[in-house]
């Protein structure tokens, strides 16, 4: 099943009010966010990373924010790294590359929030396709995830 579908379908069984919303085709969380018109603190982009065991970890910041690798140090309590492509495509089987939605439950991922993500009443994120964003109320998001909250990443 498509991940669009799936979601949709996990939403309205929750009864989550959401917009689908279509774009051109873009590839950078900052040509989504502009393609969307929505600020990129609003846009919420995933970056995986994988601990010194190599379990790998969702990580949701706003477009317009990069990781620390020093503060997600502390957060995790061991180093993290950038996981490549090839090491967690294969853990999103219906999504295309680089358009995971943040929703790590779905995938039985760990998943970490920035609390910059936390200050806009809505989100928007990819909805598993480079032309494809789902738009819903932060709150809601946080309720279904269950995501834990912290500062991990900064402005660029």
């Excluded at 009010?17 to 279509?22: A, C, F, G, I, W």
């Excluded at 924010?65 to 993290?80: D, I, M, Q, S, Y």
């Excluded at 970490?112 to 989100?123: F, G, Q, S």
């Amino acid at each position: 099943m498509p991940i669009l579908r799936k979601l949709q379908d996990y939403l309205d069984e929750h009864k989550i009010r959401y917009q689908v919303l279509t774009h051109s085709t873009a590839y950078t969380a900052q040509e989504v966010a502009q393609a969307q018109h929505v600020p990129g603190k609003q846009l919420a982009k995933v970056v995986m990373v994988k601990k010194e065991n190599g379990t790998p970890v969702m990580l949701v910041l706003p477009a317009s924010h990069k990781v620390n690798f020093t503060w997600l140090r502390e957060v995790l309590g061991t180093r993290a790294e950038l996981e490549q492509e090839r090491e967690f495509r294969g853990l999103f089987p219906s999504c295309e590359t680089g358009a995971e939605p943040p929703f790590g439950n779905f995938f039985d991922l760990d998943t970490i929030v920035d609390t910059a993500l936390t200050k806009d009443e809505e989100i928007v994120f990819n909805a598993g396709s480079h032309w494809q964003t789902v738009k819903l109320r932060y709150d809601d998001y946080a309720r279904l995830v269950h995501p834990r909250i912290a500062k991990f990443a900064e402005h660029v």
